[in-house]
């Protein structure tokens, strides 16, 4: 196989292993379940819940004329402002102290902002409000209380039933909660089917599309491979060109939820329960118009922990306890998280089946981003420049490899003119001769193939990495998005610099790299502007990869002008003796 055949299978095995991936995203994982160790048993599983039921968890709940207005209150600490409302009875909102809710574009001429990251913003239903049957969360209306380690929700229901939440602030954008449902009375009582609310992940501002939204959850074993992780998001109707159904409800899980999380590209809140839950519930909703330009309402994704019917004894209480994370998709903080509570929280992060590359890559740089001072897009040109010189060795053994096979082309020629009518010997002879001369016809293609996975992992890594939003680079006012200087007048087409750039020198490095010994010349053209295809694709990406993408090329081409003038030994003398057939040799 020539260097264009495995080029042609190596980018139609990637796709597949991209589309593999994908689709394990939106097709549910069903691990073993595990032992459930509640004080209270559960009569039965949840049944699956039809759409119709769905979309009306989905709605407002409440009943705001039965009682009193809604209350508000507010507890701060060092990283967020938590809101709490007494309708539901949870986390109205949290706003991250530290990060701006919208980050100023030159080419929109925005001015900045005093406003701050919001999580759950515009959502109808607060974090850890109760789902269910009326006659179990009534009119939706609870009791706030501040306390000295956080706040209290209390509500009395006929026929004796006490439900109460506790928050207590914590670290880390940590809130941990715990949850009962008291039997007062001197009879048992039939609890309907509960869903817990984890949140409502929702678009960071009406330039936010929603194509990273979605909800998450993970069954917390101790091998990362096997952890169950799923996805929901009804915005994505296509998977690249393909067409596909979004899901109007996503329901998994068999008694093995450890976390559940809903997020969009760069936040989540994370509900981490004690005992693992029973399964997570996800449907979309609608949210507040944010704009008087938009045509229609956003739409938000809404995740909750779901809990069995069950009986609760007279004078008994069934308790929970809920560890919930509010903040930045920040893998660092996200990793300390998974340690503490054995259940690999960083998997939020989803950076799939590559994510040791992309790991890699994040840690060293935010190390190189601490040590030095230098600004992330620095940071990504130092990193890339480590990278190509860590493959100098074997790029400059490739180079060598080719350069031996070009002085073979005129007897690979010969051979092939020899044998074109039994291409068993010519392939014989041909690999006879590269033994010969110590060369590989896979040795080109060889460096492309073992920094394919560090391109991915590139790729996978900018998607959600909190540390490159803002991050600014000459002309760039942040690396997480393409890198527009205007709108092109009369067919509002964005000008993206660093694309056209990264364009360029990928169709620079194409033209000044020699073609492989025997290629045809339609399949050397069609290598020579396949550039084109990869700025078509990335051409609205993020300016991180681009810039990284770019820097990557030119030193590529550098390379190629240091080594254009090695040297190699004179090919070998290979006497071409007659060959017997192989099917005659001696066994």
Known sequence: MDRTGIIVVTLCALLLGAWFIQEQKYQAQRPPPAPSTGTVAPAAAPAPLAPAAAAALATPWFDPGAGAPETLITLTNAEARYTFSSRGGGLKSVQLSHYPDTIPLRWKKQMATNGYALLNSGASTPVLALLGDPGL??????????????????????GGLRLLKEFRLGSNYLLTATVSLENTSHQPIALPAQQWVVGTATPMGPDDDGLYLGALWCDGTNSPQDCAVSYFSPSTTTFFVFPRTPKTVYQEGTGNVAWAAVHNQFFTLMAMPQEPAQQLVAVPVKLPVLTATQSAPPEGVQAALLYPAQTLPAGQTLERNITLYAGPKEYRTLALIGDQFKNHADLVMQFGFFGFFAKGLLLAMNWLHDATTLGYGWVIVLITVIIKALFWPLTAASTRSMKRMQALAPEMAALKEKYKDDLQKFTQKQWEVYKKNKVSPLSGCLPMLIQTPIFIGFFTMIQSAIELRGAHFLWVSDLSKPDTLFIIPGIDFPFNLLPLLMGASMLWQSLITPAAPGMDPAQAKMMR???????????????????????????????????????????ATVTVSPLTPLSKKKK
């Open 137 to 158: 969360v009534g009119d939706g209306n609870f009791t706030l209380t501040q306390t000295r380690a956080g706040l209290r929700a209390e509500k009395n229901l006929p």
């Open 529 to 571: 502007y396949l550039p084109l295809v990869f700025l078509v694709f990335l051409y609205n990406y993020s300016a991180g990869l681009a810039l990284y993408w770019t820097v990557n090329n030119l030193l590529t081409i550098l390379q190629t002008k240091l080594t254009k003038n090695i040297t190699v030994p004179a090919p």
